[in-house]
């Protein structure tokens, strides 16, 4: 847990348990590069909140846009947010969906540092 306090403590709940999870057998190196690829590509449940809500006054389904659910977001887009009734869910479930993004893109992200930075030097590297 102490990797994700040090080098992302703008995450919380659910979000910094799963990520102290994948971070718990990094280098500090793997960590920091993990951090800063992670943080670019997640998303802020507060940011799905209000673009939910003004899906709600303007145009639905931009939240599902933004968390890269382009499916959804052209079925809330010609429906009216299923006539409102599917926006005023996800209104509730803002934090949920957010973490289901994050969650994908935290296992992406762990995947690409753990190839591009190996814990271990390569058999070839060690001395005889």
Do not use: W
């Not at 999870?21 to 670019?40: G, I």
Request: hydrophobic share 45%; aromatic share 10%; glycine share 8%.
């Amino acid at each position: 847990m102490s990797k994700v306090i040090k080098y992302m403590p703008e995450i919380e709940d659910d979000e910094q348990v799963f990520v102290a999870s994948l971070m718990k057998d990094m280098t500090e190196e793997q960590a920091a590069q993990f951090a800063h690829v992670y943080r670019t590509r997640r998303r802020d449940p507060t940011t799905t909140m209000l673009l939910a809500l003004l899906g709600l006054i303007v145009v639905a389904g931009i939240h599902r846009f933004y968390l890269g659910q382009v499916g959804m977001g052209l079925l809330y887009l010609f429906t009216g947010g299923l006539c409102m009734i599917g926006t005023i869910v996800d209104l509730f479930n803002y934090k949920s969906l957010t973490f289901e993004y994050n969650k994908k893109q935290a296992l992406e992200v762990a995947s690409l540092v753990r190839g591009a930075f190996p814990s271990s030097p390569p058999p070839s590297e060690l001395p005889a």
